[in-house]
């Protein structure tokens, strides 16, 4: 069983002023993976220290995956790439790359997204756009790669059947 975190980066949702719509929809497109369970779900406001401890706090819990929406765009208090970087043991560029190229095919604005992808521990963490119908586009590119990936990271037995070094 994969356990999941979904966190939610919003000032007015943290405030209870916005009623979080992309988190729902993680739950909602990751439901129908029967191998996952949506472990933790969090809303917190645009506040570095606030990502950080609760990124921290879950991949010390095990998590395999965490999945950020919101706080990755231009706006000054958009800083969830920062939160994710100052956690994070090693960047994974890959994701980050193939989520904007996909995303880039449907809009110019997607090259706006600052949103990286990372591991802690075993513990990958991925931002993906505050928006609902981003949000599901981004899913439909990570969904075919995510299982390897996390049985990868969990060493899972069998794991390095098929796998090249790149």
Request: aromatic share 2%; hydrophobic share 45%; glycine share 8%.
């Amino acid at each position: 069983m994969m356990n999941i975190g979904i966190l939610t980066i919003s000032d007015r949702g943290a405030r209870g002023e916005y009623e979080d719509r992309s988190g729902p929809v993680i739950a909602e497109v990751l439901a129908a993976e029967t191998t996952w369970a949506v472990a933790e779900r969090a809303i917190v406001p645009d506040e570095m220290e606030a990502i950080a401890a609760t990124l921290r706090h879950w991949c010390d819990r095990g998590l395999n995956l965490i999945l950020t929406t919101g706080g990755t765009g231009f706006a000054p208090r958009d800083i969830t790439p920062e939160a994710t970087r100052s956690v994070i043991e090693r960047e994974t560029p890959g994701i980050a790359e193939a989520l904007r190229a996909e995303s880039l095919k449907i809009t110019r604005h997607a090259m706006l997204s600052r949103g990286v992808a990372g591991i802690r521990q075993r513990t990958l963490i991925i931002n993906l756009p505050g928006s609902p119908k981003a949000v599901r586009e981004n899913l439909a590119v990570l969904l075919p790669v995510l299982p390897h990936a996390l049985e990868l990271l969990a060493d899972a037995p069998g794991s390095e059947q098929g796998h090249r070094s790149v």
